[in-house]
Nanobody, 117 residues
Framework: VQLQASGGGLVQTGGSLRLSCAAS????????IGWFRQAPGKEREFVVA????????TYANSVKGRFSISRDNAKNTVYLQMNSLKPEDTAVYYC???????????WGQGTLVTVSS
């Protein structure tokens, strides 16, 4: 599967952005979808994951209550709605897809989110 992330940009503190991750094939019931991020000078960190059928989601504590993952199965696209953004959310955001039953992670190219104070 190939993943194309988009939607990043510059936003002020408290603002919102919606990231998109378009997959080259159907992901519903086939892949666990996730988002990771990497801030300048820091290690890549987990943000959120959604189970293959969307029935279960897991968020990092740092984004819980502010970020929300969703999917449009007809478009093979997953979204990350980010609200109440903080400067510490500044990072390159990557979407991932992990085939069920494997440990393989497919990565998109990343989209930059910059939150100004």
């Amino acid at each position: 599967v190939q993943l194309q992330a988009s939607g990043g940009g510059l936003v002020q503190t408290g603002g919102s952005l919606r990231l998109s991750c378009a997959a080259s094939e159907r992901t519903y019931n086939r892949y666990v979808i996730g988002w990771f991020r990497q801030a300048p000078g820091k290690e890549r960190e987990f943000v959120v994951a959604m189970s293959r059928n969307g029935g279960s989601t897991t968020y990092a504590n740092s984004v819980k209550g502010r970020f929300s993952i969703s999917r449009d199965n007809a478009k093979n696209t997953v979204y990350l709605q980010m609200n109440s953004l903080k400067p510490e959310d500044t990072a390159v955001y990557y979407c991932t897809a992990q085939p069920i039953g494997t440990t393989t992670q497919h990565w998109g190219q990343g989209t930059l989110v910059t939150v100004s104070s």
